[in-house]
């Protein structure tokens, strides 16, 4: 009885000693502005909670499969799994279970502004933790940091024709950087695969950092003197670094790409950039290699093009039609693009079904900075006639807005009128979503995607008998 008393004593004062302090390292732990350190400790939990649900649903039948969604562009097979975010057809994007306007409100901002960083987003993105303003900045400052690009990328941009697409461009010499890939490195001296995911985050932190200065050298280059960019400044964020390289200094248009730069990076795992970079990185090719297949899929015009299109169509329509539209002018305008079989830009979507909240929070920017502006009233108007029509096509299952029917309008406000570029700054975005996938995808083990397909002679024989 005695000895059990003693040691009691003993566990008690233990705990008494131990438990404070343990207190103190999580406290520490959760308020870390090291976000590798902050991996590292998620890393090998995550890797159990996957293998323990293998284990017991591993052969749970989530779906079926149609020879429709063979056909179809496999439109709702649920085939991935990507962990920074899911999209609801109805409610639309949620970042690690976030909405935009949760955001809006939760993420740190830039002193006396009223937007999200963009850096806040990645490190939700990467670590599903909302972070505080220390750990926000410490990611400022660590892009900051890694920014510089090596000569012969330099080279290679100041030598690109400035007719050459600024997508073509930036896809180029997202692929000659992969000379600085880490992982590349580390793979060929044979590193151990439970190591890949701490060399694909160095990557993706690199290549973060560098690509505001790839895409201001691009604008510089095809729009402006040609002169390039000057220099990273670490004591301000990636936006304002990224807006002053471009050339712009208005705050407002600052505070523009922080909203900008959040809401374009991340639509879940089956759209056209996502999955790619998912899937060349399977085969490890290194994140540079990956991010510029997936950056090559974003130039296409069903795709992140389509904010580049938008804004064609709309200086169509007012070249054709005039300022102050009629309604019934704007109407006829539109069946008749929809009749020469084209597709009317920034409309319709494969997963949403309702008006895109990254379209709704940049109406509300526009509403509350440039309510007067003629091309917002033009995109409004076109808000109120597109969806009836696309509706009354019969076939069209999303007759609503995405983000790309309204960002050109913002940036043509603050001076950026140069339209072509305009997917460049979605591709600078989507890098936070893609990246952040690609180390849990490494972290994870996810093996060489490979999913089997069959001829129609097959599908025939097999379902015909
Ligand atoms: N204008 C005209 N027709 C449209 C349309 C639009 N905006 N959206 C869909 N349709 C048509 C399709 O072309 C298809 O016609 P078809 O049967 O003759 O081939 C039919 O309606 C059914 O298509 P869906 O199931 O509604 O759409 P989807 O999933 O096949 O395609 C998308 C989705 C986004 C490619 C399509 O809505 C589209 O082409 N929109 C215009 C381009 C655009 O804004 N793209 C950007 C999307 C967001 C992004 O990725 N950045």
């Not at 461009?169 to 992969?178: E, K, M």
């Not at 932190?205 to 510089?220: G, N």
């Not at 280059?221 to 004591?235: E, H, L, M, P």
């Not at 600052?254 to 991340?266: P, V």
Request: proline content about 5%; overall charge neutral; charged content about 20%.
């Amino acid at each position: 009885m005695a000895l059990f008393r003693i040691t009691a004593t003993r566990i008690s004062d233990t705990h008494q000693k131990v438990l404070p302090a343990l207190a103190v390292v999580l406290r520490n732990l959760s308020d870390t502005t090291d976000l590798k350190a902050v991996l590292s400790k998620k890393i090998p939990d995550e890797q159990e909670r996957v293998k323990s649900f293998r284990k017991s649903y591993g052969s749970t039948k989530i779906g079926e499969v149609t020879v429709d969604m063979m056909y179809g562009g496999m439109r709702g097979i649920k085939g991935l799994v990507c962990e920074t975010s899911v999209l609801d057809p109805d409610e639309g994007i949620r970042f690690r279970g976030y909405s935009i306007p949760e955001c809006q409100k939760l993420l740190p901002k830039a002193k006396g502004g009223s937007e999200p960083l963009p850096e806040g987003l990645f490190w939700l993105l990467i670590t599903g933790d909302v972070p505080n303003e220390a750990q926000v900045q410490a990611v400022s400052k660590e892009w900051a940091k890694r920014a510089a690009l090596p000569s012969h990328v330099v080279t290679l941009l100041n030598n690109f024709p400035s007719t050459l697409h600024p997508m073509s461009q930036f896809s180029s010499a997202i692929t000659s950087l992969n000379s600085e890939s880490k992982f590349a490195q580390a793979y060929s001296t044979g590193v151990h695969k439970s190591k890949y995911w701490e060399y694909v985050y160095e990557d993706a932190m690199d290549l973060i950092a560098k690509l505001p200065v790839v895409a201001a050298t691009i604008y510089r280059n095809t729009y402006r003197d040609g002169k390039g960019v000057g220099a990273i400044d670490s004591s301000k964020d990636w936006s304002q670094n990224f807006c002053e390289m471009l050339g712009y200094d208005n705050p407002e248009f600052t505070e523009l790409m922080r909203l900008y730069l959040t809401i374009h990076s991340d639509h879940e795992g089956g759209n056209v950039s996502a999955h790619t970079v998912h899937l060349v990185g399977s085969a490890l090719s290194d994140p540079y290699l990956s991010f510029a297949a997936g950056m090559n899929g974003l130039a296409g015009p069903l795709h992140g093009l389509a904010n580049q299109e938008v804004l064609i169509f709309l200086k169509k329509l007012q070249q054709e039609l005039g300022d102050n539209v009629a309604d019934d002018a704007l109407k006829e305008f539109i069946w008749k693009t929809l009749k020469s079989g084209q597709v009317v830009p920034g409309y319709g979507h494969a997963v949403l079904r309702k008006t895109d909240p990254r379209y709704t929070c940049q109406r509300e920017f526009a509403q509350k900075h440039l309510p007067n502006d003629p091309l917002f009233k033009l995109v409004s108007q076109v808000y109120k006639v597109v969806p009836p029509i696309l509706m009354e096509t019969g076939k069209v299952k999303n007759p609503w807005p995405n983000v790309d029917a309204h960002s050109g309008v913002l940036l043509q406000y603050y001076g950026m009128k140069e339209m072509n570029y305009y997917t460049v700054l979605f591709g600078v975005s989507r890098a936070l979503g893609v990246l952040a996938s690609l180390v849990w995808d490494r972290a994870l083990g996810l093996p060489i995607e490979r999913p089997k397909s069959l001829s129609t002679e097959g599908l025939m024989k097999q379902l015909k008998g």
